[in-house]
């Protein structure tokens, strides 16, 4: 990997980074029952918490890989599969910068075949 294609690639992470902090900080995952008494109504706020928390977590999650991408280049070890350790393909770092496996070994882990680090 280049120089310059990690600098390009570390300045989209970290620009990712900042937007997912944004979006966790302006979720508001409470709930005030005090001003719905009405049972329909609570449950359809309970689910759209449900949903929001479910996002949240999808979005700190990515958060981590984004992180972990961000120390693997500070360590040299940016764009190598954490399994089999070969490099990952350019085109799926250019896609999904915070990507930890090659695409082999993203499908065995889809697949439930490969233990995720």
């Known amino acids: 990997m280049s ?3 990690l600098k390009s690639i570390k300045e989209k992470l970290l620009a990712e980074r900042e937007l997912l902090i944004d979006k966790l900080k302006g979720n508001d995952l409470s709930v005030d029952d005090s001003e719905t008494p009405d049972p329909v109504d609570l449950a359809v706020r309970n ?5 929001m928390l479910a996002v949240s977590e999808n979005e700190s ?4 890989l984004i992180d972990e991408a961000l120390l693997r280049i500070d360590d040299d070890e940016y764009g190598y599969c954490l399994n089999c350790e070969n490099a990952i393909n350019p085109k799926r770092l250019g896609a999904i910068p915070w990507a930890r496996y ?16």
């Open 102 to 117: 090659c695409l082999n070994c993203q499908e065995l882990l889809e697949q439930g075949l490969l233990e995720e680090e």
């Open 61 to 64: 999650r990515q958060l981590t």
């Open 3 to 5: 120089k310059l294609n």
């Open 47 to 51: 689910y759209s918490k449900n949903v």
